[in-house]
């Protein structure tokens, strides 16, 4: 039996069902900032974002140190994408908000941006099933909270400049510790201009029930976001938080960097669950790395849908014996969309344990890009990593390129690596419109089949969305 | 009421005759059966029927119901009532049977209204009772890791839950032990009735043992050689397709 690939039986139609459907997002209010850094980063931007967030002396610094470092890394186009050559400095705006603190109740947020966030549903799924919320517009927090039995257990659930301030004992301690600032040219500007994001803490033995959830909203043309997290996980605690990131799309490239850390001490659990569905001129050129001590786990669950470029590969640092890290990641790459991806595990004691399972969809003219490395040094012993690749094509434009990169040093360790690539072949489609599904359906029927494995990962109430998008994008405009 | 097929004649995309003018019809009630030796258009025929794209029609038509069908996609004339049992069914990874039913059935049904799952289930599971099917056999992928025998299965457990009008079982048979056999013609057999027309093609008479056709016609070269009844297919066991060459010279 023949298995070509689908192209011939796939029209326009179908491609542009193939689209996943932004319209939820695609809104935006008429800004109202009281503080606006203007166009451009210079040493001024540095002063302009630490005076109106009222830094301590050691952050300013932090941040002036950092713009050099962003100034002085060249952009890495001899390993990325040219297109990263796009993105015009110069024309961002690094600071935008209004100037209102964080609010503890939905109530006391401004109309417009609590209309914002009920359209993206997060006010209804902070009822149902969260922890926590911090809900971010543009520079800052409108919103952060977290439920009070937990604060009473000691749990912090806060802004990152709250954490800075208000927190420094814990917070200085790691901060910029596992994400150096000269870890990357994108980092660098992140920790130059950070603005937003969590700061989380659970105390030791705490394990939280609900997740903890992040939103992360774009409102204004040519701005630059760049929230910071960290989170750490005192000994045998456990967390869950998940992220989710929307923007309207706008004329011009918006910019989203930002940097998490996680830190999981002994016999703690960290898992960071990200949906990532930015419109599609949003450059996301984000780090992310976990650091697991001795018996901890940290664990990304990656999906990326949106975003014009997205350059995201999420490390576990695994310092103390038997820890374990892991990267699950989904990516659908559209036309006009390149899902640079992947995942790094640093082995750093024995009998460590990492498992990278990636999958990725090209749909159109997309490019899904896998780029992994695992590092596992020679005086260590039984250090194990699994991964696993697959590609998924959807036609003959459709772009896929894979580049592990796995250093093993020394005899005691196990790795195996496996990569497939494949297509969604004219018999499968014509199997399934037999019975009566519309190529569209039978697509999206497809594409859920090939990453189903893996959407199991995500909390329930994700994955049903997840599912729904993957339905909504591949049935919407079809027949 | 019938499927009828009108001097129905199909090219390949490069421009190789397969189908040279076939006329066929099959009223609802009845049980047709098309033998022939390899490579004589049987199995291109259901594909044309069911509107396959690797193929271009020529010349003739094919009607459901007095209806002709060339407009309809091949979803559309599935959900017209045309079924397809595949000879080799292919596998969607990940999508589960029961999913995968279930979002055939879902297509049938106008838009905003859902299927009942529990009436659905208990559906399916009499249905996978009659054809000696496992539990387990919801949650595995379509077709994945099947035996030969399973996926034979799997083809009439879709056609007994999509219940259409007309049915054309490709090759049903082939692949399948003696037990297998069985167990599928009592699906096949249990879906015979006075509103729905079959056709099953065949290349040996084996299956004809335990689904009785009313007509049987045999292929050859792209078009129906001779028409007759059940006897026709015990002729053609006795003597072979050679029979065939002679009845063309003829």
Known sequence: MSYEPATAVLDEETHEAINIDRSKGDFTFPERNKFDAGRGLTEKTIDYISDVKDDPQWVREFRHKALKVFRDKPTPTNWATEDLNSINFDEIRYYLSDGEKPKRSWDDVPPDVLETFERLGIPQQERAFLAGVEAQFDSEAAYSNVKEELTKQGVIFVTSAEGLKEHEEIFRPWFGKVIPTGDNKYAALNSAVFSGGSFIYIPKGVKLKQPLQAYFRINSESFGQFERTLIIADEGSEVMYMEGCTAPKFETATLHSAVVELVALKGAKIQYVTVQNWSSNVFNLVTKRGLAMEDAEVRWIDCNIGSRLTMKYPGVIMKGERARGEVISIALANTGQHQDTGAKMIHAANNTTSNVVSKSISVGEGRATYRGQVHIPKHLKGCKNNTECDALLINSHSRTDTYPAITVRGNQHATQHEASVSQVSEEMLFYMQQRGLNEGQAMSLAVNGFINDLVREFPMEYSVELKRLIDLEMEGSVG | ?250
Do not use: W
Not at chain 2, 203 to 229: C, F, N, T, W
């Open chain 2, 1 to 250: 009421m019938s499927l009828h097929i009108q001097d129905l004649q199909a090219t390949l995309e490069d421009g190789t005759e397969i189908l040279k003018g076939v006329t066929l019809e099959i009223p609802k009630g009845e049980v047709h059966a098309i033998m022939g030796p390899n490579g004589s258009g049987k199995s291109t025929l259901s594909k044309v029927i069911a509107g396959h794209e690797g193929y271009v029609v020529t010349g003739g038509s094919v009607t459901i119901d007095g209806e002709d069908i060339e407009e309809m996609s091949i979803d559309e004339r599935s959900r017209a009532g045309i079924f397809l049992a595949f000879q080799y069914p292919a596998e969607v990874p990940g999508v589960s049977n029961a999913n995968f039913i279930r979002a055939a059935l879902q297509a049938r049904l106008p838009k905003g209204e859902e299927i009942d799952a529990v009436a659905y289930y208990k559906n399916l599971y009499a249905k996978m009772d009659l054809l000696e099917m496992d539990r387990k056999f919801t949650a595995r992928a379509v077709n994945e890791g099947f035996s030969g025998g399973e996926k034979k299965r799997n083809e009439i457990l879709q056609m007994m839950m999509l219940e259409p009008q007309y049915c054309i079982l490709d090759e049903t048979d082939s692949g399948l032990d003696i037990d297998a056999l069985k167990i599928v013609a009592k699906g096949v057999n249990a879906m015979r009735s006075p509103d729905r027309g079959m056709l099953l093609i065949t290349h040996y008479q084996r299956l004809l043992d335990y689904i009785k056709p009313d007509h049987v016609h045999v292929m050859a070269e792209g078009r129906i050689v001779r028409s007759g009844g059940p006897e026709l297919a015990h002729e053609l066991e006795k003597h072979g397709y050679d029979f065939l060459k002679e009845a063309a010279m003829a």
